[in-house]
């Protein structure tokens, strides 16, 4: 081979080799190496458009993406002047019209009593899943009225209701206040008299100080708080019956003592049973200046009773709006639900058209048996209108879902009538003592536990 062939020749494979190399850059692309061990790595997002990159600065460099090594010469690309837009003259501005939809208006605050201690607050959510979502914005639990200690908010017992009120600032934490201890406990008239009388003259204050402190601690000062409820029945040993002067003295001392305590915003509400019961709860009435809100606890009692008959009779639902009109109050149902006149789905439409039409500030049904409709399967059918109403859905036939937590005994309120009340949280069996562990790990036991005394003469 002459040299000029061979010089033919070696500039014929230099010119491949060129071309075998580019052509090896243009197929790899970004994300690929050329040379021998050439792997493929994961492409970046695709950027966004709307947004621009930030420009480099010497503190933040700006990352590059690979070289090829021997890349192919590439032709720089065409550059097109970007079109210089018309002059337009502004047109005068003029508010656009709103094609927004109106919000609905909204549902008045309900809730339901469900468990007094951490289960109340995880069963809400479970509530408003079978409600299809319809929001829960009242809280309701109660002091056990065993003891003064349980009465002052012993720490531990508020904490998870509290944590679920801060969670949204539109919610709504009530809270049943005792004003006696041993509240259950079947006391005489003749001691509750001499109790009201010592309260009137201050000698349980530092119980409801404690109380108030407590709940702005928790950072729930505007707790609205029903005490002394059904204080015109026979139940508590906080009724008014006895005394009915004496008595009104002392839930204006017990007010006075939690409004003085720096922060709070409690709101105070005034809740007899409907009807005349023991006495007329007109004549516990304490005023206007202690009284925030005009409650009432309306079952459907006594037997026989129409829904048109408890709006009409002496003190009841017609007569309560009516007060509370007259004293430039608010009302409220802080307990109502079924009692004894069966599944009786025309009280049920009647005390939700009732409250619909009057908008109380909120109401919470009593949930548990003979009053409920979700934890107690005995009332279909005025579950099912309960359902439809608060839910938005027709009422068609659904299975009622067992709560999926088992429950120790709630502490539960009874209405006027019902002859045996249930027993407070702390309650012991007879010949038993309990050991206080803290509502936390009670609740995991399902309970309080307690030692039996007769333990010993039982195996001996």
Same mark, same amino acid.
């Given at each position: ?50 947004? !621009?990159? %930030?420009?480099?600065? *010497?503190? +933040?460099?700006? =990352?590059?993406? #690979?070289? $090829?090594?021997?890349? /192919? @010469?590439? &032709?720089?690309?065409?550059?097109? !002047?970007? %079109?210089?837009?018309? *002059?337009? +003259?502004?047109? =005068?501005?003029? #508010?656009? $019209?709103?094609?927004? /939809? @109106?919000? &609905? ?84 008239d003749a001691e509750v008299r001499r109790l009201l009388r010592r309260g009137a003259g201050g000698e349980f204050d530092q119980h409801f100080r404690a109380l108030a402190e407590r709940l702005v601690e ?243």
């Open positions: 081979m002459t040299p000029q062939q061979r010089g033919v020749r070696s500039r014929r494979l230099t010119v491949v080799a060129a071309a075998l190399i580019a052509s090896a850059a243009l197929a790899c692309g970004p994300g690929f190496a050329a040379g021998a061990g050439v792997t493929r790595v994961a492409e970046p997002p695709a950027p966004t458009p709307a947004v !621009p990159a %930030p420009p480099a600065t *010497a503190q +933040t460099p700006v =990352p590059q993406a #690979p070289v $090829p090594q021997n890349p /192919a @010469p590439q &032709p720089p690309a065409p550059v097109t !002047p970007a %079109p210089v837009p018309p *002059a337009v +003259t502004p047109a =005068p501005e003029t #508010p656009a $019209p709103s094609t927004a /939809a @109106p919000a &609905p208006p909204q549902r008045p605050a309900f809730g339901a009593y469900l468990d007094y201690g951490p289960l109340g607050v995880a069963r809400m959510a479970q509530l408003s899943t079978w409600l299809g979502g319809a929001e829960l914005r009242v809280g309701h639990t109660y002091l056990p009225g065993d003891r003064w200690s349980n009465i002052e908010g012993r720490p531990g017992f508020l904490d998870v209701w509290a944590h679920w009120r801060r969670e949204k600032a539109d919610r709504m934490l009530v809270l049943n206040v005792p004003m006696m201890e041993r509240n259950e406990d079947g006391v005489s928790l950072d729930v000062p505007d707790t609205v708080l029903v005490l002394g409820w059904e204080m015109n029945g026979i139940t508590y040993t906080h009724r008014c019956g006895p005394d009915p002067e004496a008595w009104k003295t002392y839930w204006n001392r017990i007010v006075t003592t939690m409004r003085s305590v720096p922060g709070q915003e409690f709101k105070f509400d005034f809740a007899p049973s409907r009807g005349r019961d023991a006495v007329p709860w007109t004549q516990c009435y304490p005023g206007d200046d202690t009284v925030d809100i005009v409650g009432m606890d309306s079952y459907d009692q006594p037997s026989g009773l129409t829904f048109d008959e408890q709006v009409k009779e002496p003190y009841g639902l017609q007569e309560h709006v009516e007060f509370a009109k007259k004293h430039g109050k608010a009302i409220s149902y802080p307990e109502w639900g079924l009692f004894r006149n069966g599944d009786n789905t025309t009280y049920m439409r009647g005390m939700l058209a009732w409250m619909d039409a009057h908008r109380p500030l909120y109401n919470t049904l009593t949930d548990y048996c003979p009053h409920g409709v979700w934890q107690c399967r005995q009332n279909p059918q005025a579950s099912e209108v309960y359902r439809a109403v608060l839910s938005g859905r027709p009422a068609v036939p659904a299975p009622l879902p067992s709560p999926s937590v088992p429950s120790a005994q709630p502490v539960t309120p009874q209405p006027v009538g019902q002859p045996v009340p249930q027993p407070s949280p702390s309650a012991a069996p007879a010949r038993c003592s309990p050991l206080d562990l803290g509502d936390w790990v009670e609740y995991w036991l399902g309970g309080k536990l307690c030692v039996r005394l007769d333990w010993y003469s039982r195996r001996h």
